[in-house]
T-cell receptor, first 115, second 109 residues
Framework: GAVVSQHPSRVICKSGTSVKIECRSL??????MFWYRQFPKQSLMLMAT?????????EQGVEKDKFLINHASLTLSTLTVTSAHPEDSSFYIC???????????FGPGTRLTVT | GQNIDQPTEMTATEGAIVQINCTYQ??????LFWYQQHAGEAPTFLSY??LDGLEEKGRFSSFLSRSKGYSYLLLKELQMKDSASYLC??????????WGAGTKLIIKP
């Protein structure tokens, strides 16, 4: 099956700094990538959808200037959390979809802790 | 509006069978997915139904009734490793996935 990687798997940063998370599709071309956030014991919350070469579409309530998404190639999307605060601490998961398929393939997730 | 409903939590016994239900109301329908998510991990794909009926895959089966807006995931011969959250997701008219809140399944010996 298709493989999606995420890096880093865990990151701890200080309040006010920025953190970049990478999402890569390893064996297929991901025309669409999705970024989710999940707080403990809660379900997945879609943050944004990005199509290669286009600006990301953000869900209501998600600040696009705080969560910068770049989908510059068919195999790489990045999420940058700018000026991170402790309330941004969460599990961030990306998923990718091949243009020929409908299923989303998930990365292993990145656990962000802001101190 | 768009709505996906599934029970918050279920408990079952090792070796038994459990059925997790999901009802949905969405703008358009392009298939229903079931994903499994262990604590602290990302979801993994279990099944996809786009036509009515039962899809069987080993110990797991998924059923869909489009007219009723209803699906279930059936897990047989339960094992302790099946303890996880099970997420129901429906593809809407824009091919976006609308996610349910997930059902936490607890397996007891």
């Amino acid at each position: 099956g298709a493989v999606v990687s995420q890096h880093p798997s865990r990151v701890i940063c200080k309040s006010g700094t920025s953190v970049k998370i990478e999402c890569r599709s390893l064996d297929f071309q991901a025309t669409t990538m999705f970024w989710y956030r999940q707080f403990p014991k809660q379900s997945l919350m879609l943050m944004a959808t990005s199509n290669e070469g286009s600006k990301a579409t953000y869900e209501q309530g998600v600040e696009k200037d705080k969560f910068l998404i770049n989908h510059a190639s068919l195999t790489l999307s990045t999420l940058t959390v700018t000026s991170a605060h402790p309330e941004d601490s969460s599990f961030y998961i990306c998923s990718a979809r091949d243009r020929l398929e409908y299923e989303q393939y998930f990365g292993p997730g990145t656990r962000l802790t802001v101190t | 509006g768009q709505n996906i409903d599934q029970p918050t939590e279920m408990t079952a016994t090792e070796g038994a069978i459990v059925q997790i239900n999901c009802t949905y109301q969405t703008s358009g329908f392009n298939g229903l997915f079931w994903y499994q998510q262990h604590a602290g991990e990302a979801p993994t794909f279990l099944s996809y139904n786009v036509l009515d009926g039962l899809e069987e895959k080993g110990r797991f089966s998924s059923f869909l009734s489009r007219s009723k807006g209803y699906s279930y995931l059936l897990l047989k011969e339960l094992q302790m490793k099946d303890s996880a959250s099970y997420l129901c997701a429906v593809g809407d008219s824009n091919y976006q996935l609308i996610w349910g809140a997930g059902t936490k399944l607890i397996i007891k010996p």
